[in-house]
């Protein structure tokens, strides 16, 4: 098995993107966490090393190589994880208490539905539909 940081630094080499210090310590938080993370949360296992102004930087230059997803939590808290290296396919549940995010996936049947009635709605409204999100808010253990 590959080390996180041989994985970091050959998805900037892929991407034909300088590979510096504070991109392979975002990614290396990123592939550890293995799944969202807010903002905060990256500066706190950072632990110091990356400032708030580069991660934003790093943040936008790696969105615009498909590299990770940004959204947001029902507070508007930004959220950003890794586009899978095996280009999988999920949704997430919203804690409305604390806020916490988790990933969860539907059954391969419900995703087909889904793209059956996506493909009616792309008829009716007469737009070409590229991705979907589904997103599910609640209480999370913890609550
Ligand atoms: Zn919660
Ligand atoms: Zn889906």
Redesign the pocket.
């Known amino acids: 098995m590959k080390k996180i940081n041989q994985i970091s630094r050959q998805l900037l080499v892929d991407n034909n993107i300088p590979v510096t210090e504070p991109r392979l310590l975002f990614l290396e938080i990123l592939l550890k966490n293995e799944g969202p993370l807010k903002i905060q949360e990256v500066i706190k296992f950072s632990k110091g090393k990356l400032a708030v102004s580069s991660l934003y930087r790093i943040i936008n230059d790696l969105k615009d190589l498909n590299l990770i997803n940004e959204f947001k939590t029902l507070e508007n808290t930004k959220v950003i994880e890794l586009v899978s290296l095996e280009g999988d396919h999920h949704h997430h549940v919203f804690?409305e208490?604390?806020?916490?995010v988790y990933d969860f996936e539907f059954n391969n049947d419900l995703e087909k539905k889904l793209d059956k009635e996506i493909k009616n709605v792309e008829s009716e409204l007469n737009i070409s539909v590229t991705s979907h999100s589904l997103e599910l808010h609640g209480?999370?253990n913890?609550?």
């Open positions: 804690c208490n604390c806020g916490a209480l999370c913890n609550c």
